[in-house]
């Protein structure tokens, strides 16, 4: 082999390995971007996380008025409650010395206060 041939085949044989390798490092670099798009890491937008804090903020404008009707509701409950409570009247017990006192009223009305006292 004589030196042209050599220089010729040497030159053939780096441009060769260039070449193959400029293809993988493509190929290589096509399928990360690829992989990169599908796992979903790319960069997200600065107008996403505005949108994301005014979601997040008018949220929780929303739950704390709900919150806020849910209470009073609430305190309306309890004071009709309350209400019918005090409505409705008390059940007073006579003592024993007070029902003695009066004969007549024992004669009258003796079984009732029998059957209340069963």
Do not use: C
């Not at 804090?53 to 404008?61: C, D, V, Y």
């Amino acid at each position: 082999m004589s030196g042209e041939e050599f220089v010729l085949a040497m030159v053939g044989i780096l441009g060769g390995l260039g070449f193959a390798g400029f293809l993988f490092w493509n190929i290589f670099s096509i399928i990360k971007q690829w992989i990169h798009r599908k796992s979903g890491d790319s960069q997200l937008d600065p107008q996403f996380f505005r949108a994301l804090g005014e979601f997040k903020k008018s949220t929780e404008r929303k739950i704390s008025v709900l919150e806020a009707k849910v209470a009073e509701l609430e305190e309306e409950r309890y004071r009709v409650e309350e209400g019918e409570h005090e409505t409705l009247g008390e059940i007073e017990i006579e003592d024993e010395d007070i029902r003695s006192s009066s004969k007549d009223d024992r004669d009258n009305s003796g079984n009732l206060r029998n059957m209340l006292n069963e």
